[in-house]
């Protein structure tokens, strides 16, 4: 086999097998969230979420691992934000514990979450916006579960 062709193939298998705990969908919410918050510094007060119709088809009614049976695209959000680790990506909430399950659930009745469609082409859109003592954040990922292409604070 030809060299560059066989090194082609090792980058793309790279780029594509990402270790992910659960359904990427979800677990890609948790990560975008994780990055909102750790961007914003603080524990978020508001948070706005917007997704691709395909993402929320793919993540709604799908459990959100490591939380206990908890579902959902709010309950991934909250996961991230909550107890998420934004560098571990597709892993961010592995190490979750039955202390973070009991804020995450806290944090989701406060009903601070909201979710809309937004307004894309793509098939993988996720707009994640947190606010915080008049502060704000913004995290953006399209076309792949970890591939964020925007980052804004303040």
């Known amino acids: 086999m030809d060299c560059k062709l066989y090194n082609a193939y090792l980058n793309i298998l790279r780029e594509e097998l990402v270790p992910a705990m659960g359904c990427t969908e979800p677990i890609a919410l948790a990560y975008a969230a994780a990055s909102a918050r750790a961007l914003l510094g603080k524990m978020p007060e508001r948070v706005q979420v917007e997704v691709s119709g395909n993402l929320i088809k793919n993540a709604m009614g799908v459990t959100v691992p490591n939380t ?4 959902g695209i709010e309950a991934a ?3 991230g934000i909550v107890a998420g680790n934004e560098k571990e990506k597709l892993e961010c909430i592995a190490d979750v514990d039955d202390g973070d399950r009991d804020n ?7 009903n601070i979450i ?3 469609l937004c307004e894309s082409d793509l098939a993988f859109d996720c707009t994640v916006k947190v606010e915080a003592e008049g502060e704000n954040a913004l995290i953006r990922m399209a076309n792949a ?3 964020i292409v ?3 604070k303040n």
């Open 68 to 71: 206990d049976g908890m579902r």
């Open 77 to 79: 959000v909250a996961a």
């Open 104 to 110: 995450i659930r806290a944090y989701l009745a406060k």
């Open 114 to 116: 909201t979710v809309e």
């Open 145 to 147: 579960h970890t591939n």
């Open 150 to 152: 925007h980052r804004e």
